[in-house]
T-cell receptor, first 113, second 113 residues
Framework: AQSVAQPEDQVKVAEGNPLTVKCTYS??????LFWYVQYPNRGLQFLLK??????LVKGSYGFEAEFNKSQTSFHLKKPSALVSDSALYFC???????????FGTGTKLQVIP | SQTIHQWPATLVQPVGSPLSLECTVE??????LYWYRQAAGRGLQLLFY??????ISSEVPQNLSASRPQDRQFILSSKKLLLSDSGFYLC????????????FGEGSRLTVL
């Protein structure tokens, strides 16, 4: 079975500093991996996805993620954090079929001015 | 592009009362639709999914039911609410076929007192 794990419940970073939100996956075969962001009392918004191709995936709002097969990781990164990036971030994987999107437990990102 | 409408946005209901949350989708046809519940602002639990009119699959046994009376309408219901039904309910539509990318509505927050 496929699954993703987000080891950090919360991440704090100073504005202007680089940020990393961690995600690891366990899967057989080629994973489809995603990052979503959720602002307070809102629905989730798609940020980026990895299906095949380049290991570095660029997404919305200046975010990017690196697929690392040897470390089974798909960490979300941004070179310079903004206060407005403060939100809840979810890693997810898709194992095929109509319903098989599995979300991680979420990481709360707090960017400090 | 698709738009997902959910209403009501917020709802406070007494224990034992009925529930009806509605989700409608614009900008796409024959969508795969999903109901998720998010408790305590964190992890997402898939409740139901539907691949077409009248076709409902339940992921977990619970006090809730779902119906899809029209192609772009997905309804979450309960005959008698429990305290544990409180949460943030999110409707989602599966975008590109077989990629796992989901588009979410803005959510309905249910508080059962």
């Amino acid at each position: 079975a496929q699954s993703v794990a987000q080891p950090e419940d919360q991440v704090k970073v100073a504005e202007g500093n680089p940020l990393t939100v961690k995600c690891t996956y366990s899967v057989s075969g080629n994973p489809y991996l995603f990052w979503y962001v959720q602002y307070p009392n809102r629905g989730l918004q798609f940020l980026l996805k990895y299906i095949t191709g380049d290991n570095l995936v660029k997404g919305s709002y200046g975010f990017e993620a690196e697929f690392n097969k040897s470390q089974t990781s798909f960490h979300l990164k941004k070179p310079s954090a903004l206060v407005s990036d403060s939100a809840l971030y979810f890693c997810a994987d898709y194992s095929g079929g109509y319903q098989k999107v599995t979300f991680g437990t979420g990481t709360k990102l707090q960017v400090i001015p | 592009s698709q738009t997902i409408h959910q209403w009501p946005a917020t709802l406070v209901q007494p224990v034992g009362s009925p529930l009806s949350l509605e989700c409608t989708v614009e900008g796409t046809s024959n969508p795969n639709l999903y109901w998720y519940r998010q408790a305590a602002g964190r992890g997402l639990q898939l409740l139901f999914y539907s691949v077409g009119i009248g076709q409902i699959s339940s992921e977990v046994p619970q006090n809730l039911s779902a119906s899809r009376p029209q192609d772009r309408q997905f309804i979450l219901s309960s005959k008698k609410l429990l305290l544990s039904d409180s949460g943030f309910y999110l409707c989602a539509e599966g975008g590109e076929i077989n990629t796992g990318e989901l588009f979410f509505g803005e959510g309905s927050r249910l508080t059962v007192l």
